[in-house]
T-cell receptor, first 111, second 115 residues
């Protein structure tokens, strides 16, 4: 089955700096890669996603890049703000119906 | 627009007691439905998913079971809870169709503590 590895597990950045979270996947059949943000005690919220026919996608301060050959994708957050502090999960879809999640990255944005 | 509900929001149950968690989705038909569990400070573990009424796929062998009695209702059950069943239970839905949409959206979750 699909295996998604996510790094780092924790990340601390100063406000205004950039943050990068990286994921690798194993199943070459995966063609959809979402990122979720989960604030403390809340549900995971889909913040951005990318499909395998695209190499990069951007939405304001967040962007995702995908390298299908190397089977890795990354989340980039620029100009970080305190409200970006949360746990971020990447995922890949080994089938149309299922997502396999990474283990999460706890991002702390300090003032 | 679509809305997903879960109840109860929190639950404290003794070891050995039964469990029933409910999830309903509004504003869509024939969704894919999912149950995930998140242990404290951990990732998202897929427990069950369903592509239609009465169709349940189990991902992890355990003492939990799931049922889908109606198109937009998904229930997670246990006959006898274990301490290790404590966690944050999240229901999610996805709209299948010809557009090949893969996005999953989560409900607000049920925080279960087994004592």
């Amino acid at each position: 089955g699909e295996n998604v590895e996510q790094h780092p597990s924790t990340l601390s950045v100063q406000e205004g700096d950039s943050a990068v979270i990286k994921c690798t996947y194993s199943d070459s059949a995966s063609n959809y890669f979402p990122w979720y943000k989960q604030e403390l005690g809340k549900r995971p919220q889909l913040i951005i996603d990318i499909r395998s026919n695209v190499g990069e996608k951007k939405d304001q301060r967040i962007a995702v890049t995908l390298n299908k050959t190397a089977k890795h994708f990354s989340l980039h957050i620029t100009e970080t703000q305190p409200e970006d502090s949360a746990v971020y999960f990447c995922a890949a879809n080994p089938t149309a119906s299922k997502l396999t999640f990474g283990t999460g990255t706890r991002l702390q944005v300090t003032l | 627009s679509q809305t997903i509900h879960q109840w109860p929001a929190t639950l404290v149950q003794p070891v050995g007691s039964p469990l029933s968690l409910e999830c309903t989705v509004e504003g869509t038909s024939n969704p894919n439905l999912y149950w995930y569990r998140q242990a404290a400070g951990r990732g998202l573990q897929l427990l069950f998913y369903s592509v239609g009424i009465g169709q349940i796929s189990s991902e992890v062998p355990q003492n939990l079971s799931a049922s889908r009695p109606q198109d937009r209702q998904f229930i997670l059950s246990s006959k006898k809870l274990l301490l290790s069943d404590s966690g944050f239970y999240l229901c999610a839905w996805r709209q299948p169709g010809p557009r090949r949409t893969y996005e999953q959206y989560f409900g607000p979750g049920t925080r279960l503590t087994v004592t």
